[in-house]
């Protein structure tokens, strides 16, 4: 159990689990994209420790670009449109795979796709560590997910509680 501010968290996924996932899904990506060169956007900034692990697996020859678009203050989505901030890498006609930390409500990941698919990639596709299926409200194709999990606020592995709690090597949710 671990106390981040005002808030209780419990043990969720190990970072043994964790990282045994990461490489099933980096051999998965490595496998789909042979012969190709995709370009990996990280959103930050809470993909960053998910990123890190991923592209370090995956041997093809690939580029990584850095994005920021969050949607969230504290607990609460604020569903707010954002902009997407410094996508310098130009994506026409390229193979490009989102790296995300979580898919909430699909909101955020949904104003993303449609940007990105303004600048005429070839295909796009999705890597997310989490992803929690109740929570949901638009139809968006998950390809590469770490783990489903319940409709809880968690923490740790790149996420944070009010900035709090990314450096954590596992993840933990709400007690
Ligand atoms: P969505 O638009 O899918 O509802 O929210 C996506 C964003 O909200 C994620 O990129 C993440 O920043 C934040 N988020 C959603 N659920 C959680 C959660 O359980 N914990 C943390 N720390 N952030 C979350």
């Not at 490009?96 to 596709?125: F, K, R, Y």
């Not at 989490?130 to 783990?147: C, M, N, R, V």
Request: charged share 20%; glycine share 8%.
């Amino acid at each position: 159990m671990i106390n981040i501010l005002d808030k209780t968290f419990v043990p969720l996924i190990s970072r043994e689990d964790i990282e045994n996932r990461i490489t099933t899904l980096a051999n998965e990506i490595t496998n789909d994209y042979q012969g190709r060169c995709p370009i990996f956007v990280v959103v930050l900034n809470g993909a960053f420790l998910f990123a890190s692990e991923l592209v370090k697996r995956i041997p093809l020859t690939c580029e990584i670009s850095f994005i920021r678009l969050s949607s969230y203050a504290k607990t609460e989505s604020t569903g707010e449109v954002r902009e997407i901030i410094g996508m310098d890498n130009n994506i026409e006609g390229r193979d490009v795979i989102i790296i995300e930390d979580i898919v909430d409500t699909g909101l955020t990941m949904s104003q993303l796709l449609s940007q990105l698919n303004g600048l005429a990639p070839a295909s796009v596709a999705i890597a997310t560590l989490l992803h929690k299926p109740e929570a949901l409200q638009t139809s968006i194709d998950l390809k590469y997910i770490g783990f489903n999990i319940g409709n809880k606020f968690v923490v740790g592995y790149g996420l944070d509680y009010d900035g709090i709690g990314r450096n954590l090597d596992s993840l933990y949710v709400l007690a």
